[in-house]
Antibody, heavy 122, light 107 residues
């Protein structure tokens, strides 16, 4: 079964940086669209960004709230996904999920990691 | 961005009750809608995709309907293990957007 395992969360001061990692197993990362989704404590789900697959040139898209601060990248040799977060704000505190959320109306490839907690606080 | 308005935000029902949650999109999303179940401390799990398709392995008491802007999620007979928060999510266009969630409790 597909497995996604995030790491790299922790406590960081406002204005600081952090890099999250997501290790994929039992599927080939380069074949799939990959997303980051976050959930602030006690709140709902917020999509952060996406990197498309190799066939779509790994293009990226971001939510307005993180654009120009967050960067999604991949290392296909390690079958891993990354989220570089700069200029962190207190409102970025959340559990960050690595996910593959590509569905059509007739098929769905929808897998999530267990999440990693990021706390932005002084 | 497409806004997803989900209601109610919480509900309490008895075991065996029929439970219905609605989700309204701010513009036409066709059938590009998922429904998720999230239990405390866990990642969301997709139950329904394409508005009405049951994900493999999901019990048949869960169902979804609707298209365009108005969607419905139903649990035909609520079970104790269904206690969770449920979210709708559109994937017609980026950014992906989620409803605010419905917390389902047992009365």
């Amino acid at each position: 079964e597909v497995q996604l395992v995030e790491s790299g969360g922790g406590l960081v001061q406002p204005g600081g940086s952090l890099r999250l990692s997501c290790a994929a197993s039992r599927f080939t990362l380069s074949d799939h669209y990959m997303d980051w989704v976050r959930q602030a404590p006690g709140k709902g789900l917020e999509w952060v960004g996406r990197t498309r697959n190799k066939g779509n040139s790994y293009t990226t898209e971001y939510a307005a709230s993180v654009k120009d601060r967050f960067t999604i990248s991949r290392d296909d040799s390690k079958n891993s996904l990354y989220l570089r977060m700069n200029s962190l704000k207190t409102e970025d505190s959340a559990v960050y999920y690595c996910a593959s959320l590509y569905c059509t109306t007739t098929t769905c490839f929808n897998y999530w990691g267990q999440g990693t907690l990021v706390t932005v606080s002084s | 961005d497409i806004q997803m308005t989900q209601s109610p935000s919480s509900l309490s029902a008895s075991v065996g009750d029929r439970v219905t949650i609605t989700c309204q999109a701010s513009q036409d999303i066709g059938n590009y809608l998922n429904w998720y179940q999230q239990k405390p401390g866990k990642a969301p799990k997709v139950l329904i995709y394409g508005a009405s398709n049951l994900e493999t392995g999901v019990p048949s008491r869960f169902s979804g309907s609707g298209s365009g802007t108005d969607f419905t999620f139903t649990i035909s007979s609520l079970q104790p293990e269904d206690i969770a928060t449920y979210y709708c999510q559109q994937y017609e266009i980026l950014p992906l957007t989620f409803g605010g969630g419905t917390k389902v409790e047992i009365k």
